[in-house]
């Protein structure tokens, strides 16, 4: 167990429609980031906050969105959803800077 | 942040030792090399970090030759519940450097 907790754990929902995935960090660490993984293929890195703003980001439409709370958990909202937004969706927190992230295990998110 | 290159898949039987290469002809001089190991439906886990030469923990060994354009994460005695995905990642310390990007990776087959 990383201590890391993201929910739910699956979901299903409609093209278009909206969505919300959660994630609880590790206790201590300050920094979280969001990935995208689909099926066969290593996870995409959406993008990271630290300090409740977003550092980094990789190449995701604007349609995804996030938030870091003060107690270091995170949101990851994705509007107007695709059916190629169907993936595991995984949330890693760390230490600012650190490459040894504790990732959680994941929401399956299916797109219909 | 630095390309890497592994093998797609690898077979091996339990009892054996297995050497998984990366090639990362471009890693920038404060790049650090990070290894993480993925069963299906599960995030990533950290297994090994090293910047040069050898890195040893309970799980497994990194070397890294001098001219740090490769390294071989070694799984010593491998047993069926290694069976699962490697990645090979660069990156440096510091900022958003933190990032991970994700190739393939490596899938790992442990027979009997």
């Known amino acids: 167990e990383t201590g890391v907790t993201q929910s739910p754990t699956h979901l299903i929902k409609t093209r278009g429609q909206q969505v919300t995935l959660r994630c609880s960090s590790q206790s201590g660490h300050n920094t979280v980031s969001w990935y995208q993984q689909a099926l066969g293929q290593g996870p995409q890195f959406i993008f990271q906050?630290?300090?409740?703003?977003?550092?980094g980001r990789g190449n995701f439409p604007p349609r995804f969105s996030g938030l870091q709370f003060p107690n270091y958990s995170s949101e990851l909202n994705v509007n107007a959803l695709e059916l190629d937004d169907s993936a595991l969706y995984l949330c890693a927190s760390s230490l600012w800077g650190n490459t040894e992230a504790f990732f959680g295990q994941g929401t399956r998110l299916t797109v219909v | 942040l630095a390309k890497t290159t592994q093998p797609i898949s690898m077979d091996s039987y339990e009892g054996q030792e297995v050497n998984i290469t990366c090639s990362h002809n471009?890693?920038?001089?404060?790049?650090?090399i990070t290894w993480y190991q993925q069963f299906p439906s599960q995030g990533p886990r950290f297994i090994i970090q090293g910047y040069k030469t050898k890195v040893t923990n309970e799980v497994a060994s990194l070397f890294i030759p001098a001219d740090r354009k490769s390294s071989t994460l070694s799984l010593p005695r491998v047993s069926l519940s290694d069976t699962a995905v490697y990645y090979c990642l660069v990156g440096g310390y510091g900022g958003s450097q933190g990032n991970l990007i994700f190739g393939k990776g490596t899938k790992l087959s442990v027979k009997p």
């Open positions: 471009n890693i920038a001089t404060n790049d650090y």
């Open positions: 906050y630290y300090r409740e703003e977003e550092n």
